[in-house]
């Protein structure tokens, strides 16, 4: 429960630091502003009362799909986590948003966990990522596709 306690402040912190880098970006400080104070109430969610509601959700899940219009186009399967800054540091959420399903996964090999928590982990770790690429398109930086040799991509025969 602390691991996840801690994977959420550090979450939050990094949070803090990517709206501070986007404060040019009207749309993505406001809503980094927004989800701030939500991933404290994941954090509290777990060892106390549950704060994350069917609401909170649904407005994260709207937030994605405006983001993934407006990237739509630029979206490979997978992109290096690169570009400016404040992209960077969104990718840096994002992976910290995983990590924190991990330790939420934890967790629940020892006492029950909402499954409301884990979709709205899951769903903050992809808004992160479309949100890093929303960054990166509005300084005009290409994201850079990311081709495995380790999983080959399967043909549309396959």
Known sequence: MVDFEIRTDSLATQLGLAASLTKDIPMVHRDLMTLLPLVYHLNGSVRGRLAITEENLVSVSDLYDVYVDE????????????????????HACRSEAKKAVRALHKVSLEKEVPRILFD???LLANLLFVMAVY?????????IPFISKSYPVKSAKS
């Not at 960054?135 to 994201?143: A, C, F, Q, S």
């Open 71 to 90: 990237v739509k186009e630029r979206m490979a399967t997978f992109v290096l986590p690169q570009g400016v800054t404040a992209a960077c540091v969104l």
């Open 120 to 122: 709205f982990t899951h």
């Open 135 to 143: 960054v990166n398109k509005w300084y005009g930086v290409d994201e």
